[in-house]
């Protein structure tokens, strides 16, 4: 089935072309108007995201597999492999905007729950410290993390970082923006977007009172904070695409043994549910091993939707599909294309490398769409003004 046509559909996303080189890469002795670096760049997902409104100019991420997805897509031209800790800021290029999707299993509450001084979330003082040396720090930072980061503790990681950006002289809000508005994948995930104190921004791009963007985790990690800001976006439009049209029904199954012990794992009542279903409708629910009063059990869901997309070291298992088709029920694993559908990546998006490559290089990222949205409704406007003001 597809979908009809509409801003930011699932067929639009997949059919997206791919950039030649020429337009993501700029030399830095010809800085394009909104130039842009990007920090623990990953498999390139933000660039796709971000592509015809900003131009990255430098990138670096320290895994090799990611780094491989990431350069097949974009240009290796401004990609630098390796730790964030040896970048140096006197560096970098000058750039309108910095991006940085800090690591997240410090603060998932998949993971260890080490915070955001943890050895791998903590990453982002990092990145602060980077900013710190640049001889002129980027008018916009975005943050992007997990829900964690404002949900956890009370919002004290949130505050934390707040409190960092804005004893560097910017003005910052967070907010929440769900893939599943967009894709047929439940993934929320926090943006934090700060801007310099002494720039004005654009009255229709703030609210005086929290919107859409913050709900109650982001409004208590906000109360009482100097320099907060209220972002106001538009909604995007009803997403219409559903789980079912972007499984690939050919795909192969799980071998016998693992297929049946898959099924035999799903839970009393999702069984029931499945029961009732007509037995000839080719039907698709997702799934993750849960263990429940000691037991092992598959729990799916039945809205038509994935659920978020994890990586076995953010410590959750991978997702599987059960399919009903020809009246037989069987089980699988997303394949590596399901899941770059899933994050909104172009049909021709290069994913080089294992399965289990592959996957992480999806599980471990932003949505395109998200990205998209987010560039084209805040950042771009925010860049078009300050770059007016600068040239005025």
């Known amino acids: ?90 560096e970098l290029p000058a750039a309108a905007l910095a991006w940085a999707s800090f690591p997240c299993q410090d603060l998932s509450l998949a993971g260890l729950a080490g915070g955001i001084h943890g050895k791998r979330s903590g990453l982002v003082w990092e990145w ?16 992007e993390n997990v829900l964690g980061l404002v949900s956890s503790s009370g919002g004290t990681h949130y505050r934390q970082l707040h409190a960092a950006l804005t004893e560097r002289g910017y003005k910052v809000g967070a907010m929440l923006l769900d893939a599943v508005r967009f894709v047929p994948q439940s993934r929320p995930r926090i943006f934090v977007v700060a801007v310099r104190s002494d720039l004005p921004v654009p009255a229709e791009l703030t609210s005086t009172t929290p919107t859409w963007l913050h709900p109650a985790s982001v409004q208590k990690a906000a109360s009482g ?38 099924i035999s794992l799903i839970s009393a009542k999702h069984a029931a549910l499945l029961s009732v279903l007509p037995k000839k409708q080719t039907f698709v629910a997702p799934g993750y091993k849960r263990t429940r009063a000691g037991k092992q059990v598959l729990e799916l869901r039945f809205d038509n939707v ?55 290089a999806m599980g471990d990222a932003v949505a395109v769409p998200v990205a998209r949205w987010l560039a084209e409704k805040l950042l771009l406007p925010l860049a078009e003004s300050y770059a007016d003001q600068s040239e005025s």
């Open 1 to 90: 089935m597809s979908p009809p046509s509409f801003e930011y559909s699932l067929t639009e996303i997949l059919s997206a072309p791919l950039p030649s080189t020429p337009s993501v890469c700029s030399t830095i002795d010809k800085q394009p108007r909104h130039a842009y670096l990007e920090f623990f760049a990953g498999s390139g997902l933000v660039a796709q995201g971000l592509k015809t409104m900003f131009t990255p100019i430098w990138a670096n991420d320290i895994d090799v597999k990611k780094a491989a997805v990431y350069t097949a897509n974009h240009t290796e031209k401004h990609f630098h492999l390796g730790s964030i800790a040896d970048v140096a800021g006197n």
């Open 306 to 360: 994935a659920g978020c997309l994890r990586t076995p070291s953010g410590g959750s298992s991978r997702q599987i599909l059960v399919i009903r088709k020809n009246g037989e029920l069987r089980s699988r694993l997303l394949t590596v294309k399901e899941t770059a559908r899933l994050m909104g990546a172009p049909e021709e998006y290069k994913i080089p490398g294992s399965y289990n490559d592959g996957y992480k």
């Open 128 to 143: 602060l410290r980077i900013i710190d040396e640049m001889p002129a720090a980027p008018s916009i930072l975005v943050a």
């Open 225 to 262: 904070l100097d320099n907060w800001v209220w972002w106001q976006l538009p909604e995007p439009p009803t997403r219409l695409a559903v789980l079912a049209d972007i499984v690939e029904f050919d795909a192969g199954y799980a071998n016998t043994q693992s297929d049946e012990r898959n």
